[in-house]
């Protein structure tokens, strides 16, 4: 699901033409359609389509999902990013494995998504935006995920790259640099997609993350 791959499904996915059936491994169609979900449940405002600005052709509407052949087709042309969406539900699947091979216990961290499984409880610390040197503990997780997105590493030079994923899906804009967005969530695919929600509204208390049992902190 790599951008930066050419042979991967995402960009096998944005070189083909409008209209053209892309098949596609079964996890990216899983990570496709809970995006659409959140894209449609939040109106837009979280869209994989919002990549290079307002001047982006296609939305997350052009595209659509065959579950059954897990295949992927555009209406128009478009360029996706799962970058805000993918990683997290790398993490699901790795707790799935280390469950289905008897570990009863444990975490899998892949920086900055984080999902808590088994008898145990973790900590989730951020850094204050205000003193990167300093760690806020924002919860604890107990057989449940957390992610975390930030844009307080950004340079002036910088900030476009280390915030591409952090756009508002409608108006396009990227988020405003200096801040942190955490959200825990019962699986690590939502908590990672819902940060680009909040950190896009501003909103921690936005009605997405009660319907995904979630909850957010923003610093």
Not at 111 to 140: K, M, N, Q, Y
Not at 158 to 182: K, M, Q
Request: net charge negative; charged share 20%; glycine share 10%.
């Amino acid at each position: 699901m790599s951008r930066h791959e050419a042979g991967s499904d995402l960009s096998r996915f944005n070189a083909a033409a409008a209209g053209q059936w892309v098949e596609v491994d079964a996890h990216t169609t899983a990570v496709f359609s809970q995006a659409l979900e959140l894209a449609a449940l939040s109106g837009g405002v979280f869209d994989v389509c919002a990549v290079g600005g307002a001047q982006a052709p296609g939305t997350w509407r052009d595209i659509e999902i065959d579950s059954e052949r897990h295949a992927l087709r555009k209406q128009a042309p478009l360029q996706a990013d799962l970058g805000g969406i993918a990683k997290g539900h790398a993490v699901d699947a790795a707790v799935e494995a280390l469950e289905r091979n008897g570990v009863q216990a444990g975490w899998v961290n892949a920086g900055g998504d984080l999902r808590v499984f088994g008898a145990i409880e973790v900590p989730v610390c951020v850094r204050d935006p205000r003193d990167l040197s300093r760690l806020i503990e924002c919860t604890r997780l107990s057989n449940g995920a957390a992610a975390t997105s930030a844009t307080y590493f950004a340079d002036a030079q910088g900030a476009h790259e280390a915030a591409a994923s952090l756009r508002h899906g409608v108006t396009r804009a990227l988020v405003t640099p200096g801040a942190s967005w955490t959200v825990a969530a019962p699986r690590c695919m939502l908590a990672d997609a819902l940060t680009k929600l909040v950190a896009a509204t501003g909103d921690a208390t936005h009605p997405l993350l009660a319907h995904y049992a979630a909850k957010a902190w923003i610093y």
